[in-house]
């Protein structure tokens, strides 16, 4: 018989050196604390990651309650439990992608999972307080999975859809986008790097101001997406900051594989037979006072999942982006980077496959990357809208183009890297990038007459102070006006026009080409384009071919910041502006109505004139606006911005129109809303000194 000396060792000790109880671990609201400055900002100071998730989880919700509920009932596929059956499309998806969620979550770092599931415990322990802010029929419960599942493919399933859309003529054009700068120190008035982070979206996309800091470990200031941990982050630490503008690279390819006819459920490929993957996917729907449930299968292949079967093929699509899960695990390293190096180490991760970004540092540094996880193609992409032939291993790609071959710019001449959603060639014209060099899933040069003025913008001035980029952000110049109101007057006179016609040209011709809220001019000349560009049986075609036709010389890389300019059709302009006149006539009872009178901010109690236009029609400061029955209301845009110049302490402005809360009887619903109108940011609070100066109230999670 064997001695076993290490468990006889142990007892022996133990009588000797009786073990002590260990202490509890201490709760995640004991960890983390809530500093909320002017304006309800919050900033979190957290002892661990977990208990940061729990702190930044808990300011949403007493910001916006059931909204983040709901982000995690959508992320488990069980929307339908809510809404009912009408819900349950966007639940197959969200199943699967919650099952590989699942699977996956292991391999994600320690910090990425503390981080999620003191988020999860943060919504339970509010759902424990506040058990009516749990949707009916949705379950309590939430876990690391469910959040971590938030945030997997999102950029395949628009694929399918563009692909089955473009199959059955009905593609959408989505008009969303952003706008960021950075200024080298040699192109500022204090020598040091200055960022803008401008995103703008529908004004119920949910960007939420934060700040979270856990010492030693992370220190950020920036936008966060309520519902979500970390979801397109753009902000700023001590020592860099960073901004996302959309880019919508080609990342994935549809593929036609010739159905086996022999054999049911397979596929011909390299001179085989292969097996399709049956998934059964069940979700539940509300259905009366109870739940019922329905299943269907879905098909996936060695190549990708199968979008669909017909005419003989099997379509599949493949992507990078397909199933990838790390998304929330780079954003967070690229938080805590300290240096360019650190911050490109983490954007190496490319599991963050979409996204223009404009970075600045205090070291001086500033850059740019049409961020892209791409496929490298052997054959010329279908773009979406077609198939591509596939039979063998050698005709799919198997490869991504590596990162330093994607277009990037760093620390050009001229002290500035710009973009507004147009492509990489532009980002800096003194270091314009050559589209020969790239193959054809990149995509070819434009430039938007949002981006023409972006440019202008940042070489106005020789040097720039932060108030200076602040000011130059909220310029109301509409560029449309500047290339096509000399042509329009000229040919509303030269038609023998009325007394009125008379009028409302001199009215054009005095207009300053802005939509300043006091500006008269800006809405009758909106008016008129969109008249001019629409739709009817002598100018059919797509919008961006209806645009191209409207203009004497359209766009070209021969002139890239002067066309497109002119009117292309005189005759069709003279017969739109009698149609404005008698719109705005109509709707507001004059047509030299000034645009503030017409486009207004309603928030709350706020109502109050706001200046801005859709980025299409050349505004920097982008403004799209829902009508209401007496106005235009601001809806999509402009909402979010933040400006940030890297001292050895950053200093930084910022707004967010829609305030902190979405509920009404919040203080900090609107009351951002007028300081936005007007065109000002406040200050940001960022060091601790900072904090204390503007601090309101300090209180842990759950606690009075």
């Known amino acids: 018989m064997r001695t076993r000396l290490p468990l006889l060792?142990?007892?022996?000790?133990?009588?000797?050196?009786?073990?002590?109880?260990?202490?509890?671990?201490?709760?995640?609201?004991?960890?983390?604390?809530?500093?909320?400055?002017?304006?309800?900002?919050?900033?979190?100071?957290?002892?661990?990651?977990?208990?940061?998730?729990?702190?930044?989880?808990?300011?949403?919700?007493?910001?916006?309650?059931?909204?983040?509920?709901?982000?995690?009932?959508?992320?488990?596929?069980?929307?339908?439990?809510?809404?009912?059956?009408?819900?349950?499309?966007?639940?197959?998806?969200?199943?699967?992608?919650?099952?590989?969620?699942?699977?996956?979550?292991?391999?994600?770092?320690?910090?990425?999972?503390?981080?999620?599931?003191?988020?999860?415990?943060?919504?339970?322990?509010?759902?424990?307080?506040?058990?009516?802010?749990l949707p009916g029929g949705a379950r309590a419960g939430l876990t690391g999975h469910d959040v971590a599942a938030l945030w997997v493919d999102e950029t395949t399933e628009p694929s399918v859809a563009a692909f089955l859309a473009a199959r059955a003529a009905r593609a959408r054009h989505p008009d969303t986008g952003s706008n960021a700068w950075a200024f080298a120190p040699s192109r500022t008035t204090s020598g040091n790097a200055i960022l803008l982070r401008n995103p703008h979206l529908s004004w119920d996309a949910g960007y939420y101001e934060a700040h979270v800091t856990v010492p030693g470990v992370i220190n950020f200031y920036g936008d966060f997406r309520v519902g979500h941990p970390l979801y397109f982050n753009g902000g700023f630490n001590e020592y860099l900051g960073w901004a996302t503008t959309n880019n919508s690279p080609d990342v994935d390819e549809i593929y036609a594989l010739d159905a086996d006819p022999g054999r049911p459920d397979h596929y011909l490929f390299d001179g085989g037979s292969v097996p399709l993957e049956r998934v059964l996917v069940t979700v539940q729907f509300r259905n009366g006072p109870g739940l019922a449930s329905v299943t269907r299968e879905f098909w996936r292949s060695p190549l990708g999942p199968v979008v669909e079967r017909a005419d003989g093929k099997v379509y599949v699509v493949r992507s990078p982006a397909w199933e990838e899960y790390r998304r929330v695990e780079q954003f967070l390293r690229m938080t805590?980077?300290?240096?360019?190096?650190?911050?490109?180490?983490?954007?190496?991760?490319?599991?963050?496959?979409?996204?223009?970004?404009?970075?600045?540092?205090?070291?001086?540094?500033?850059?740019?990357?049409?961020?892209?996880?791409?496929?490298?193609?052997?054959?010329?992409?279908?773009?979406?809208?077609?198939?591509?032939?596939?039979?063998?291993?050698?005709?799919?790609?198997?490869?991504?183009?590596?990162?330093?071959?994607?277009?990037?710019?760093?620390?050009?001449?001229?002290?500035?890297?710009?973009?507004?959603?147009?492509?990489?060639?532009?980002?800096?014209?003194?270091?314009?990038?050559?589209?020969?060099?790239?193959?054809?899933?990149?995509?070819?040069?434009?430039?938007?007459?949002?981006?023409?003025?972006?440019?202008?913008?940042?070489?106005?001035?020789?040097?720039?102070?932060?108030?200076?980029?602040?000011?130059?952000?909220?310029?109301?110049?509409?560029?449309?006006?500047?290339?096509?109101?000399?042509?329009?007057?000229?040919?509303?006179?030269?038609?023998?026009?009325?007394?009125?016609?008379?009028?409302?040209?001199?009215?054009?011709?005095?207009?300053?080409?802005?939509?300043?809220?006091?500006?008269?001019?800006?809405?009758?000349?909106?008016?008129?384009?969109?008249?001019?560009?629409?739709?009817?049986?002598?100018?059919?075609?797509?919008?961006?071919?209806?645009?191209?036709?409207?203009?004497?010389?359209?766009?070209?890389?021969?002139?890239?910041?002067?066309?497109?300019?002119?009117?292309?059709?005189?005759?069709?302009?003279?017969?739109?502006?009698?149609?404005?006149?008698?719109?705005?006539?109509?709707?507001?009872?004059?047509?030299?109505?000034?645009?503030?009178?017409?486009?207004?901010?309603?928030?709350?109690?706020?109502?109050?004139p706001v200046g801005g236009c859709p980025g299409a029609l050349g505004c920097f400061r982008v403004l799209s606006y829902a009508r209401s029955a007496d106005v235009r209301v601001a809806s999509f845009g402009d909402a979010w911005v933040l400006a940030v110049e890297f001292a050895d302490t950053p200093r930084a402005y910022s707004v967010l129109a829609y305030g902190q809360s979405s509920r009404p009887e919040s203080p900090h619903h609107s009351d951002q809303a007028a300081m936005f109108a007007r065109g000002e940011l406040k200050r940001v609070a960022f060091t601790e000194a900072e904090i204390a100066q503007q601090l309101v109230r300090r209180y842990r999670p759950g606690v009075p």
Do not use: C
């Open 9 to 133: 060792t142990a007892l022996l000790l133990a009588a000797v050196f009786p073990l002590r109880a260990q202490p509890a671990p201490r709760a995640f609201a004991e960890r983390v604390e809530i500093r909320r400055t002017a304006y309800g900002v919050p900033h979190l100071l957290a002892e661990d990651l977990g208990a940061l998730g729990y702190g930044l989880a808990w300011v949403q919700l007493e910001d916006h309650g059931t909204r983040v509920v709901l982000e995690l009932v959508r992320a488990r596929g069980e929307l339908g439990t809510v809404f009912g059956r009408d819900s349950i499309e966007h639940d197959f998806v969200r199943r699967q992608f919650h099952t590989h969620a699942v699977a996956t979550y292991h391999l994600l770092h320690q910090d990425t999972r503390d981080l999620m599931e003191g988020f999860a415990a943060a919504v339970n322990g509010w759902l424990a307080r506040h058990p009516t802010e």
């Open 336 to 608: 805590q980077a300290r240096s360019l190096a650190e911050w490109k180490q983490a954007v190496a991760m490319r599991a963050h496959v979409e996204s223009n970004l404009t970075y600045a540092d205090r070291a001086g540094n500033i850059f740019y990357i049409w961020n892209a996880t791409l496929p490298q193609l052997p054959t010329p992409s279908g773009a979406d809208t077609a198939a591509i032939p596939a039979t063998r291993s050698a005709e799919v790609w198997t490869r991504i183009v590596p990162l330093d071959s994607i277009p990037q710019v760093l620390n050009p001449r001229g002290g500035y890297v710009q973009n507004s959603n147009d492509p990489f060639h532009y980002t800096n014209l003194n270091a314009i990038i050559d589209s020969l060099r790239f193959p054809n899933n990149f995509p070819k040069p434009r430039l938007g007459l949002r981006s023409q003025l972006a440019l202008d913008l940042v070489q106005r001035q020789r040097k720039v102070s932060l108030e200076d980029v602040v000011r130059l952000k909220h310029d109301y110049r509409m560029l449309l006006a500047d290339r096509l109101k000399d042509d329009l007057v000229a040919a509303v006179r030269g038609g023998r026009p009325d007394p009125e016609m008379a009028a409302a040209a001199a009215l054009l011709e005095r207009w300053d080409n802005t939509t300043a809220p006091d500006a008269r001019g800006g809405t009758l000349f909106e008016a008129w384009f969109r008249r001019y560009i629409a739709r009817d049986s002598t100018n059919p075609g797509s919008n961006g071919e209806r645009w191209n036709r409207a203009f004497r010389l359209p766009w070209t890389p021969a002139e890239p910041t002067t066309t497109p300019r002119g009117l292309a059709n005189p005759s069709r302009a003279v017969t739109a502006f009698v149609a404005a006149i008698a719109e705005l006539k109509r709707d507001f009872g004059r047509w030299d109505v000034a645009w503030g009178d017409v486009h207004r901010v309603r928030i709350g109690d706020v109502n109050v």
